[in-house]
């Protein structure tokens, strides 16, 4: 069983910064692509980044120079840090990663950005 758990998560005001981490755990014999995606309220999720195997990144063009992804293959771990925050980041921000031919999500995790 393959789990991902996020953290990072919570409420800051604009302008400020946050890093979500994702790690992922369990029975695989290798991830390959890793990413993060949101959710806002009333809204279908979205793409934010994804970070291949190889370190190949893509981004959103709403996050692009703002947000940056990276991931340690060493503790299966996908990190998004987010600076220059907008009130229009706020959502629920879920991990996903490719494993053995099957996708995988995590709970998702909160960020909240005031204004």
């Known amino acids: 069983q393959v789990q991902l758990v996020e953290s990072g998560g919570g409420l800051v005001q604009a302008g400020g910064s946050l890093r979500l981490s994702c790690e992922v755990s369990?029975?695989?014999?290798?991830?390959?692509?890793m990413g993060w995606y949101r959710q806002a309220s009333g809204k279908p999720r979205e793409l934010v980044a994804t970070?291949?195997?190889?370190?190949?990144?893509n981004y959103a063009d709403s996050v692009k120079g703002r947000f940056t992804i990276s991931r340690d293959n060493t503790k299966n771990t996908v990190y998004l840090q987010m600076n220059s925050l907008k009130s229009e980041d706020t959502a629920v921000y879920y991990c996903?990663?490719?494993?053995?031919?099957?996708?995988?999500w995590g709970q998702g995790t909160q960020v909240t950005v005031s204004s």
């Open positions: 369990g029975s695989m014999s290798r991830i390959n692509a």
């Open positions: 996903n990663v490719g494993a053995d031919l099957r996708t995988y």
């Open positions: 970070v291949t195997l190889s370190g190949r990144t």
